[in-house]
């Protein structure tokens, strides 16, 4: 690999941006906001000495306090969820997850784990406190890949 590759390689990059633009709900359960088909193993540098993360980002907010919104990454494949982000701040914030861990190639799915091989997957949006009308707010969201 070259200078250039290695270089390129541990850039931030963006991946699947699932959501742009204004998304809201008044939902007290999980309200679907898309799907995506995703596969870490196509983000693998493929050099032991480069390691790769992978982080959910999202712009989040809520209307009123006394509310929590919740963004779930769910793995529609399997059936459960494998990271939540929150916040309560009025205004949007930026939130972005701990590192998810990949499985290895051949294991099994297991939630809280990105299994490493194409999935579909989803954003999940819901709300917790305030009144039945008062929304809550996800403004962005999308994984992250990056190398170091």
């Known amino acids: 690999m070259g200078l250039f590759d290695s ?10 941006a699932g959501i742009a633009g204004l998304q809201q709900t008044v939902s ?3 309200d679907e906001l898309g799907c995506f088909a995703f596969d870490p193993s196509a983000y ?5 000495e480069i390691r790769r993360s992978i ?6 907010n809520v209307a009123i306090g006394g509310q929590t919104v919740s963004l779930e990454l769910f793995n529609k494949s399997d059936g459960f969820t494998i990271v ?3 916040s309560t701040s009025l205004t949007p914030a930026d939130c972005v997850s701990s ?3 990949v499985t290895a190639s051949g294991s099994p799915s297991v ?9 579909l997957l989803g954003f999940r949006l819901s709300r917790s406190g305030g ?8 403004k962005y969201a999308a994984l992250e890949v990056s190398y170091s």
């Open 99 to 101: 590192p998810i861990i």
């Open 111 to 119: 939630a809280g784990q990105l299994p490493n091989s194409r999935k």
């Open 28 to 30: 007290t359960g999980p």
């Open 131 to 138: 009144g039945t009308s008062d929304y809550v707010v996800c």
């Open 84 to 86: 939540t982000l929150t």
């Open 44 to 48: 693998d540098p493929g050099d032991n």
């Open 55 to 60: 982080v959910l980002a999202a712009v989040l």
């Open 7 to 16: 270089f390129i390689r541990k850039l931030p990059r963006e991946v699947h």
